[in-house]
């Protein structure tokens, strides 16, 4: 019944929305759930970017679009004050600093932002707060396999979650 339910309903927030996708940019491939498991999320829970999420509003199971997303509408305008060198002593003693790796830093006020090491040399890490997808378009294919609507507890946490529940603590 509940899959009747999904079948009929439309894309809207509240609902735990299961696609499968392709994204590309330039024409080249970043990433695609195609060969794997689908992708599943919560609608207006921004768990996506806002750009594919308001193009998906509406549409029901079955439906495939193909979704163009400008910067301002996926990861944001690149900022060029974004990125930063530090010094090695900045990081603990354990890790190693590697280009291409992400990492979360805190904010004086306690936020954590993630960050990716974009540069090594020496001592000097350059590190960028940009996404990597930050000022691209984004071109996804979608398909909606399936809908439901989200639990209270996926609503209170902003996620959907599996049959084992999130996987972490929340307060």
């Known amino acids: 019944m509940l899959r009747a339910m999904a079948e009929n309903s439309n894309v809207a927030d509240g ?18 759930s195609r060969d794997g498991k689908p992708f599943e999320y919560l609608h207006g829970a921004s768990n996506i ?17 193909d979704v163009t997303v400008q910067p301002d509408l996926g990861y944001g305008e690149r900022e060029d ?13 354990e890790f190693t600093p590697q280009v291409g790796i992400q990492f979360f830093a805190e904010t004086e006020d306690g936020e954590a932002i993630p960050a990716f090491i974009t540069g090594v040399d020496g001592d000097d890490i350059t590190v960028d707060f940009n996404h990597p997808l930050a000022g691209q378009v984004l071109d996804f294919s979608v398909e909606i396999l399936d809908m439901r609507p989200a639990s209270e507890t996926e609503l209170e946490h902003g996620h ?12």
């Open 81 to 93: 004050d974004a990125t930063q060198v530090v010094s090695r002593s900045a990081f603990p003693d």
């Open 49 to 65: 970017v806002p750009g594919l999420e308001s193009a998906l509003t509406g549409k029901t199971v079955g439906e495939t679009l």
């Open 160 to 171: 959907p979650h599996g049959a084992g529940g999130c996987g972490h603590d929340h307060d």
């Open 15 to 32: 609902m735990v929305v299961t696609v499968h996708y392709t994204l590309t940019v330039d024409g080249n491939l970043v990433e695609s």
